[in-house]
């Protein structure tokens, strides 16, 4: 179980997408992030602009009651849904990287506004996937352990709730940066090629590391289940 090479073999090129993902996203991220929006704009001013495009275009106001604070670190800009609160770890930089962040956390807000089903499904899901990660791998040790199949099953029902959340993840994050892209124009933020090009850049890395979480988290889920069969054998 803990050496298998069927494991290796399945679930290996998910990872390797996972590490290439994730230097593409920092080489992206360090690159643009060297290079200022001619806008002038900070993140900040850019998610404030698109927020309040976003409420008169959408006719939701309340977009305009979202709040935008500073994160430590460096890409967990995030938005959070429970207190409608937009978060930056650069909300004072003028670079394309990371206007095109805040503008993609944006998007998510303009989604919750619009209740997007996906990011609603997705937020349904996060104690449930959160349960199931965090239980699924002792159900699976039990279940070799005491020689119980049906303790592998539950451990698979468990895991399969974490793998679903990556899925339906991966709209959620698709749409955003869509929206983001298209208000970054409409607002006349980005409007230069070059400029657009860049942030779409730093999004598509960005994506792609979805991207990578969900294929590996689909082949884990494979493998389970190739390891319930061989234990009715």
């Excluded at 940066?177 to 090009?197: F, H, I, N, P, Y």
Aim: proline fraction near 4%; charged fraction near 15%.
């Amino acid at each position: 179980m803990f050496f298998d090479m069927r494991w290796l073999i399945m679930v290996a090129p998910a990872i390797l997408l996972a590490i290439y993902a994730q230097w593409k996203v920092k080489s992206s991220y360090a690159r643009y992030s060297k290079i200022a929006s001619s806008s002038g704009l900070t993140a900040r001013q850019v998610a404030e602009r698109i927020l309040g495009h976003g409420s008169v275009s959408l006719g939701q106001p309340e977009l305009r009651s979202v709040r935008i604070a500073a994160v430590p670190g460096t890409l967990t800009d995030h938005y959070d849904p429970r207190d409608k609160t937009l978060k930056l770890s650069n909300p004072d930089s003028r670079s394309l990287a990371d206007i095109g962040v805040a503008a993609h956390e944006a998007g998510h807000a303009l989604q919750d506004a619009a209740k997007y089903q996906p990011l609603m499904l997705r937020s349904t899901l996060v104690p449930i996937a959160q349960f199931g990660s965090q239980l699924a791998f002792p159900l699976l040790l039990g279940g070799f352990l005491l020689k119980i199949p049906n303790l592998i099953l539950l451990a698979i029902i468990a895991y399969a709730a974490a793998v679903l959340f990556t899925v339906v993840t991966l709209p959620v994050e698709f749409n955003a940066s869509r929206r983001a892209m298209k208000l970054l124009r409409e607002t006349g933020v980005v409007t230069q090629d070059k400029e657009l090009a860049a942030v779409g850049g730093t999004l598509n890395a960005a994506a792609l590391t979805y991207v990578a979480a969900a294929a590996t988290a689909v082949l884990n889920l494979l493998y389970y289940i190739t390891l319930f069969t061989q234990s009715r054998r």
